[in-house]
């Protein structure tokens, strides 16, 4: 999944809102109970960044709050860019 994610997050073309495939995988992820990595929850922001979806972000960085995952400075970078 991280993977799949940071394909979407390195995407050029972000008219075919790539940031709807990193959202659904990281939906999908957590759906099938799989821990997203932190790496992971970044390069979901940062897609979601790149396709204006700042408030979906956030809520991921909320969400990696309530996993007790440590947002990094990259995490933090990504949600605030």
């Given at each position: 999944?991280?993977?799949l994610i940071s394909a979407c997050e390195k995407g050029q073309q972000w008219e075919g809102?790539?940031?709807e495939h990193a959202?659904?995988?990281m939906a999908d992820m957590l759906e099938a109970r799989i821990q997203p990595s932190v790496i992971a929850y970044s390069a979901s922001i940062s897609a979601l960044e790149k396709g204006e979806?700042?408030?979906r972000g956030l809520a991921l960085l909320v969400d990696m709050e309530v996993r007790s995952l440590k947002p990094d400075l990259i995490v933090?970078?990504?949600a605030v860019s």
């Open positions: 999944y991280g993977a809102a790539r940031w959202w659904q995988l979806q700042w408030a933090y970078n990504a």
